[in-house]
């Protein structure tokens, strides 16, 4: 599986070994793969999906590519957010892209940075044609992030605004 990589960033596919290895134990990941874990990460939302996750990548390895990417700081070697795609491409060529990044690496135009370079490296492949993302009214980092990345608003419904970037 490909890493990619931007000016300040290094960004990958989180593989099954891995997660089961930050499930369990974390001091044993950094040894094994050379990365620090942040005390924030992972966070929250992305703990919940982790341990669904790690049946659907166990199963089937390729799907990785389309799920969850982590975001690795270069100079520190810390893992700093995570962002990826909610499941491979539809009949129609439609993905669905989505990020977080820790609170100390925020306002830092990071996250911008590693989702720019994951939408590229997503509209290489044929089979994706779109790329929709969604955030709440209220969460302008998010907004502001898919705004540099030239995603348009299509639509607004009650407290969530829908966003999509077509392949140039």
């Not at 703990?47 to 590519?65: D, S």
Request: proline share 4%.
């Amino acid at each position: 599986m490909e890493k990619l990589y931007t000016d300040r960033l290094i960004i990958m596919p989180l593989k099954y070994e891995m997660i089961d290895i930050i499930l369990d134990k974390r001091s044993a990941f950094e040894d094994r793969y050379n990365l620090k874990l942040s005390k924030e990460w992972p966070m929250e939302a992305i703990k919940g999906l982790l341990p669904k996750y790690i049946n659907v990548v166990r199963h089937n390895p390729e799907e990785a590519q389309w799920g969850v990417w982590i975001m690795i700081d270069k100079k520190s070697n810390y893992i700093i957010g995570d962002l990826g795609f909610k499941g491979s491409p539809d009949n129609n060529g439609i993905i669905e892209v989505g990020y977080s990044i820790v609170e100390s690496y925020r306002n830092r135009g990071l996250t911008s940075e590693g989702v720019g370079e994951l939408i590229k490296w997503a509209f290489l492949k044929q089979e994706v044609n779109k790329i929709t993302a969604r955030c709440l009214v209220d969460n302008y980092p998010s907004i502001k992030v898919l705004e540099r990345l030239k995603f348009k608003k299509v639509v607004h419904k009650a407290d969530i605004i829908y966003w999509e970037k077509n392949r140039l």
